[in-house]
Nanobody, 125 residues
Framework: QVQLVESGGGLVQAGGSLRLSCAAS????????MGWFRQAPGKEREFVAA????????YYTDSVKGRFTISHDTVKNTLALQMNSLNPDDTAVYYC??????????????????WGQGTQVTVSS
């Protein structure tokens, strides 16, 4: 199982930007794709963005379209999430996910085999 380490979280004011990164170790990314999820206090984990292994297809939840961009580098074994125009509703722990099953639902956490420990993103008003 691939090991994932996240970085880039922190405190930012509304309207600001952050770039999250997820580095893999142990072995290269595999499976059908990768994604980002987030979980706010008292809420269930929700889908944020996903990308196919080739990078040809990307998916976003409606609330982040036009603001967030997911990307990956299969050579360096990294996954990134560029977050712009942040607002307080984006405050959550963000998790990277990898090794999505072929044919699995990209928006379902159950479709992924590997997860990072999470990184806190706090957006102040």
């Amino acid at each position: 199982q691939v090991q994932l380490v996240e970085s880039g979280g922190g405190l930012v004011q509304a309207g600001g930007s952050l770039r999250l990164s997820c580095a893999a170790s142990g072995r290269s990314f595999s499976g059908n794709g990768m994604g980002w999820f987030r979980q706010a206090p008292g809420k269930e984990r929700e889908f944020v963005a996903a990308i196919s292994w080739s990078g040809s297809n990307t998916y976003y939840t409606d609330s982040v379209k036009g603001r967030f961009t997911i990307s990956h580098d299969t050579v360096k074994n990294t996954l990134a999430l560029q977050m712009n125009s942040l607002n307080p509703d984006d405050t959550a722990v963000y998790y990277c996910a990898a090794e999505r099953k072929y044919g699995g639902n990209y928006a379902s956490s159950w479709a992924y085999s590997s997860w990072g420990q999470g990184t806190q993103v706090t957006v102040s008003s």
